[in-house]
């Protein structure tokens, strides 16, 4: 070797080693104009005497901005760091669908089948199918066990674990609607996906994520979790306000599947990741994972497999968010443009999930196709309507069967919903929203039933609410009894008690203290509980009360027996 020329030759690789070094570490960074920009939108945040959040941002395969602001502890002054493990509430839906994915790629679950290939210890319900996919894209029917949890007793200071949750939903005959008919979020299709994965990879569904995604991925801080009483180390605690006092927000489901997953930013940065450059599975995993689902009717929905895919801004995106107790999460990838946006707070305020959308206007550059044309606020035609009797004939309250209920009421000539929505005519019966012309309601009247019947239509809507109008009766103490009794579930296993009290109806039962019922009419009866809020009075060919019927949002169907 010539000792002479050693020294250029070492210059030059030097210099070519830290230039590559110096682009490889201002990777890893945002420009300052834009860092402040960001810091800015947590500004409300960053203090050391109250909650706040933690926030990361991906691109590529490195996390360039992660920090935590506020506290994760208040009680000994704990700050949030990206180092901070927070609860991801449904989050954590996205890695029980991946399981699902990446069994379903070795050729282990068929998706299409029916539940009880994998399941068998699960209801026929009637004989109606239900399908892994429905479970994974939210259309089976089946109930929200954390809905239906509150039947036993369980209150918002309880703790519903994996097994009872299980429990209860072996018990479960009926379905809210028929299995493909419609979207509806239910946390029990991922429970029951948990136990599919445990039941088909033989391993719980704590150590399959473990070994088929975490320690690919190098997620060491990550871990599933069904037990209330472990110890966390580095734990975000969660809070609610009342009146500017913080106090503990009680994180009462530790079920998995559907919630269950305790981690950090700095692990998630590398689940982003994940979706564009694999580690942990491979991109046809990936595909299967974050394709859409279909209804029956061929509809498509924007919900995958634990993740919704859709477009945003132009791109391709996939988002999930979460929130329990005080904890709120949040996870947006463009997976086309290899970045992505991570946000957990613990302070309970909902804001954490505009700061995702904020970050995207900020990072995430249009390229939606514009409509040159003028936008326009939405028009349709309008009627005037002079004869008032026209429009107070419609006036009323109207209930659906699933409890779904309006006001509708006249003044000054106009018609309105809930007291201050006003209702702009089209013809003498259809009306639509004055601020919204897209929201319809069609009044007729049956003469069968004599009955007036209102017909509410939006673009939100997966199809129309049909409502029929009731009246707030009042009724003598002597039929009021035939309200008395006891009502049984066979499906909850439990029982209500219909009491007469001062000519008033009143329902209560061993875990939940009375509440008076509101009747609007004589089969529609209003309850002051949440999880009750509304029953139908079934009745047989003589007009005998033999039961009500849990018909609330959602929850419908369930049957409770006069006993």
């Not at 296993?493 to 008033?504: D, G, V, W």
Request: glycine share 8%.
């Amino acid at each position: 070797m010539n000792l002479k020329n050693t020294k250029p030759v070492l210059s030059i690789i030097l210099f070519i080693a830290l230039l590559t070094m110096q682009k490889t570490v201002m990777a890893q960074f945002l420009p300052d104009s834009i860092t402040v920009k960001i810091d800015q939108l947590f500004a409300k945040w960053n203090n050391n005497y109250a909650p706040g959040c933690v926030a990361g941002i991906v691109q590529g395969d490195k996390l360039v901005y992660a920090k935590g602001f506020g506290l994760a502890n208040l009680e000994n002054g704990v700050p949030n760091t990206p180092q901070s493990i927070f609860y991801m509430c449904s989050v954590s839906k996205q890695f029980a669908g991946y399981a699902i994915s990446l069994l379903a790629g070795e050729g282990k679950i068929n998706i299409d089948n029916d539940i009880h290939v994998y399941l068998p210890w699960m209801a026929n319900f009637g004989g109606r199918k239900i399908t892994v996919r429905n479970l994974l894209n939210h259309t089976s029917g089946i109930r929200d066990d954390i809905g239906l949890a509150e039947f036993f007793g369980l209150n918002a200071d309880g703790i519903l674990t994996q097994q009872q949750a299980v429990y209860l939903l072996k018990k479960q005959h009926t379905l809210n609607f028929t299995p493909g008919e419609k979207f509806s979020y239910s946390n029990s299709n991922y429970i029951l996906l948990a136990e599919i994965v445990k039941n088909v990879s033989g391993k719980s569904f704590k150590a399959y994520t473990d070994s088929a995604i975490f320690k690919p991925l190098g997620m060491s801080s990550s871990t599933f979790i069904d037990d209330y009483s472990t110890v966390i180390k580095n734990r975000a605690s969660s809070y609610g306000k009342d009146n500017d006092i913080y106090h503990n927000a009680v994180q009462n489901v530790y079920t998995l599947g559907d919630g269950g997953l305790f981690t950090n930013i700095e692990d998630m940065a590398k689940w982003v990741a994940n979706f564009y450059q694999p580690k942990a599975g491979t991109l046809k995993d990936i595909a299967l994972m974050t394709t859409p689902g279909k209804l029956n009717d061929g509809k498509a929905i924007t919900y995958a497999m634990g993740i919704n895919s859709g477009q945003d801004r132009g791109h391709l995106r996939f988002i999930h968010n979460g929130g329990l107790a005080g904890y709120r999460t949040i996870i947006t990838v463009y997976p086309e443009l290899k970045i992505g946006f991570l946000i957990f707070g613990n302070d309970g305020d909902a804001d954490v999930y505009n700061k995702a959308n904020q970050l995207s206007e900020i990072l995430v550059r249009d390229g939606s196709v514009k409509n040159n044309k003028t936008i326009t606020p939405e028009n349709a035609p309008v009627i005037v309507i002079k004869d008032s009797l026209t429009l107070k004939k419609w006036i009323g309250n109207y209930v659906a069967p699933n409890g779904y209920k309006v006001a509708v009421s006249y003044r000054s000539g106009k018609l309105y919903i809930n007291g201050n929505a006003e209702l702009a005519p089209e013809s003498p019966g259809l009306f639509h929203m004055a601020v919204r012309s897209s929201v319809k309601y069609q009044f007729t009247f049956n003469l069968k039933t004599k009955t007036a019947q209102a017909h509410l239509s939006s673009p939100v809507l997966t199809k129309p609410i049909e409502m029929t109008r009731v009246r707030e009766i009042q009724v003598s103490k002597s039929l009021l009894t035939n309200y008395t009794g006891a009502y049984f579930s066979d499906e909850l296993e439990c029982s209500f008690k219909i009491e007469l009290k001062e000519n008033e109806l009143w329902i209560s039962n061993k875990n939940h203290d009375p509440v008076k019922i509101r009747l609007l009419g004589p089969d529609d009866l209003f309850t002051g509980y949440d999880f009750l809020s509304h029953v139908r009075i079934q009745r047989d060919a003589r007009s005998k009360i033999t039961g009500f019927e849990l018909n609330s949002g959602e929850t419908s169907g369930l049957f409770f027996k006069k006993i």
